[in-house]
């Protein structure tokens, strides 16, 4: 297996795993995101967030201008661009942790990596060969997430044969693949995508046997925050009171395995991982 660096240097950014698991946190520009649609729509609110999210302990902010929930809809490039482009450039001059940007389109990555992002986090797992092209190209670390379906059709009744099995194998080839078009090793992450496609079980599944992807030999991104099944499991109906939930799904993540967290509520996530990390390192 490989060994992963406990830096990650790219030539547009870093990041320190040297103390284990890391936060990114999550910033929607969008109107319709299941938790916090709406919220940060606003360049100004958005800024003001990315860099509370900074200061509370985030190593990276994600940005997010298109809803991928459960029959969420396609919305257009030059929409996505709008959203996100203000918010990347006049963010990066403000904090001094790498920003990535959420998105499924080429043309979206490419505008916010010449804003300032640098890192691309696909739910396709660059499954756009353009897309893939512009990841070899910029040199930037990637998120390869797994998805049955799209986010229109994912959830109607998503079916898997062994889904630890099915989510690890589609995930290694689309690395091996990435690997062998140029994308260092150390650059690529794992996103088992909790919530896209699965249902409860096959999310507990995922995350009871999360070790065994992040035995792979690539670092493994997490990212249940405040999702429907933490509500299912613990009756909170608004996403909002999913924290302590989420905080559940964070601590077992870090302890087999994860490197990053992908989360809406940094300053809780962080304190849970900090816990976990050294609990790890004892």
């Keep these: 297996m490989k060994k992963m660096p406990d830096i990650l240097k790219w030539p547009s950014g870093m990041l320190d795993f040297s103390g284990g698991a890391i936060v990114m946190g999550i910033l929607n520009v969008t109107p319709d995101s299941f938790s916090d649609g709406g919220r940060f729509v606003d360049v100004d609110a958005a800024i003001a967030r990315g860099v509370e999210m900074a200061q509370q302990g985030a190593a990276i902010i ?52 010449e804003a300032g992002a640098s890192i691309i986090n696909d739910i396709t797992a660059l499954a756009d060969d353009a897309m893939l092209q512009l990841a070899v190209q910029k040199q930037v670390p990637v998120v390869l997430m797994h998805m ?23 995930l290694m080839e689309r690395a091996k693949m990435a690997e062998e078009a140029g994308i260092a090793a150390e650059r690529i992450v794992l996103d088992p995508g909790v919530g896209f496609g699965k249902t409860t079980e096959h999310n507990l599944l995922l995350l009871s046997h999360l070790d065994r992807l992040c035995e792979m030999g690539y670092r493994v991104l997490i990212g249940a925050s405040r999702k429907r099944f933490i509500g299912q499991l613990t009756g909170k109906n608004n996403p909002a009171d999913r924290v302590f939930g989420t905080a ?21 996530t962080v304190d849970v991982v900090k816990v976990a990390n050294a609990i790890g390192r004892a």
């Design 248 to 268: 559940a799904t964070t601590a077992i993540a870090v302890a087999k395995g994860a490197s990053i967290i992908r989360v809406h509520d940094v300053t809780e």
């Design 62 to 113: 994600d940005i997010g201008p298109e809803s991928t929930r459960p029959g969420a809809e396609a919305v257009p490039v030059d929409e996505q661009i709008i959203r996100a482009v203000p918010v990347i450039e006049q963010l990066s001059s403000k904090i001094d942790i790498p920003i990535s940007i959420d998105t499924r389109v080429p043309q979206v990555a490419l505008a916010a990596i």
């Design 148 to 170: 049955q379906g799209t986010p229109q059709t994912m959830q109607a009744d998503p079916h898997y044969d062994d889904v630890v099995a099915d989510v690890s194998e589609y």
